[in-house]
Structures are given as C-alpha cells and as structure tokens.
T-cell receptor, first 114, second 114 residues
Framework: DAGVTQSPTHLIKTRGQHVTLRCSPI?????VSWYQQVLGQGPQFIFQ???????GRGNFPDRFSARQFPNYSSELNVNALLLGDSALYLC?????????????FGQGTRLTVV | GQQLNQSPQSMFIQEGEDVSMNCTSS?????WLWYKQEPGEGPVLLIA?????ELTSNGRLTAQFGITRKDSFLNISASIPSDVGIYFC??????????????FGEGTQLTVNP
C-alpha cells in the first residue's frame, strides 16, 4: 500500500512568489494535516483538514492557506513568500476515530526561498 | 500555548549501549507519540501511547506515558548504528482539540559509534 505522498520533493522560489504543495493521504484516511519544520526544530502545526473542512489552524499568517479535495488529497498554498518560509513542509495522514490519534508523515517538500 | 521540553538535545553513545530520552509538558496530553526522523525524510511513527501509566514496547524500543499525563520517555536498548537519527516526542491535547493536531518536542539527535 502507498504511504503518504507529497509533491514536489524540492522547490526553489523567489521572495514574493506563490507556491502550491500537494499531498495524497494513505488510502482510507480522511484527515490531512500540514506541518512546517525549520532546520533544527520539531514540526510546527499549520492546518488540519477532515472531510474537506478545516478543523484546526496553527499560529501562521493568512498568507498560508489550504484545502482538501473530494478524494481527500490536499494542497497547501503560501503567498508572498518570505525568506523565513524556507523549511521542510510535511503532510500527515490520519484515520480519525475516538481515542485514536496517529499521524503518518510523507517525506516532505523542501522549500527554499531565495 | 503548549510546549514540550525534550531532553537531551543530543547523545553520542557506543554501539550496544542503552539510551533514554524524555519529554515534559506544561499541560496534559491524551496521547503521546514517538517518531524517528532521518535526513531528507519525514518522521516515522515508532510508538503510540494512549493511557496514563501505559508502557509499550516495539522491538528494542520501550516508551511510557507518564502518570501525570505531562511526560513520556523512550528507551532504546542495545543500540545499533541504524538507530542514528533524530527522535521526536509529540503530544495530542485532550478535547475539544480533535484530529491530528500534534505538538512536537525539539528532538534528540542520536549518534551511535560502532
């Protein structure tokens, strides 16, 4: 079975540009979450989507947005890129049920803003 | 907001030694997860803990959910070179927060000398 897949794996953008990152969850998982991981730190929560609705948002500016599609795949969009947005962006897939919280991560998209 | 303090930040050990790392939180969690991340990859789930006091093993790995629900530890026995990587703890808060909104520690960098 395929795990969580993210695309692209690497990306270089210029300050002020816009970027779209994509994620396909594990088959049967309806929840997708996005995390930002800056070098040397643990991942930071950005968004969670479940059944195509936003269910949580971390402390990130409005330049960050996301959506989930009917097939449960997801996109993360970042507008007006800043140098500080350079990071590894991770997508996590979860099977939501009461009392069960496990997140499985993709390999990430390494974004470099120059 | 919630913060996780993970220690130690780094460990340099000899092959065959046992390793212990821990995480403490300023508030309670309902779930504790331990991940391992290798360079260029996303975090890989090692162990999930759901009940205070729970002790769970996965091969040479053992993790415990603290009684106070504010801490967890991970032990690795008889370390081998392939244990090298960064180990992260992650916690999921109690309701009303739902889904896979995780708070991560800063990570423990493990180096194993053959």
């Amino acid at each position: 079975d395929a795990g969580v897949t993210q695309s692209p794996t690497h990306l270089i953008k210029t300050r002020g540009q816009h970027v779209t990152l994509r994620c396909s969850p594990i088959s049967g998982h309806k929840s997708v979450s996005w995390y930002q991981q800056v070098l040397g730190q643990g991942p930071q929560f950005i968004f969670q989507y479940y059944e195509k609705e936003e269910r949580g948002r971390g402390n990130f500016p409005d330049r960050f947005s996301a959506r989930q599609f009917p097939n449960y795949s997801s996109e993360l969009n970042v507008n007006a890129l800043l140098l500080g947005d350079s990071a590894l962006y991770l997508c996590a897939s979860s099977f939501i049920r009461v009392g069960y919280t496990e997140a499985f991560f993709g390999q990430g998209t390494r974004l470099t803003v120059v | 907001g919630q913060q996780l303090n993970q220690s130690p930040q780094s460990m340099f050990i000899q092959e065959g030694e046992d390793v212990s790392m821990n995480c403490t939180s300023s508030s309670i969690f309902n779930t504790w997860l331990w991940y391992k991340q290798e360079p260029g990859e996303g975090p890989v789930l090692l162990i999930a803990l759901y009940k205070a006091g729970e002790l769970t093993s996965n091969g040479r790995l053992t993790a415990q959910f603290g009684i106070t629900r504010k801490d967890s530890f991970l032990n690795i026995s008889a370390s081998i070179p392939s244990d090298v990587g960064i180990y992260f703890c992650a916690g999921h808060p109690p309701p009303p927060t739902s889904g896979s909104r995780l708070t991560f520690g800063e990570g423990t960098q493990l180096t194993v000398n053959p």
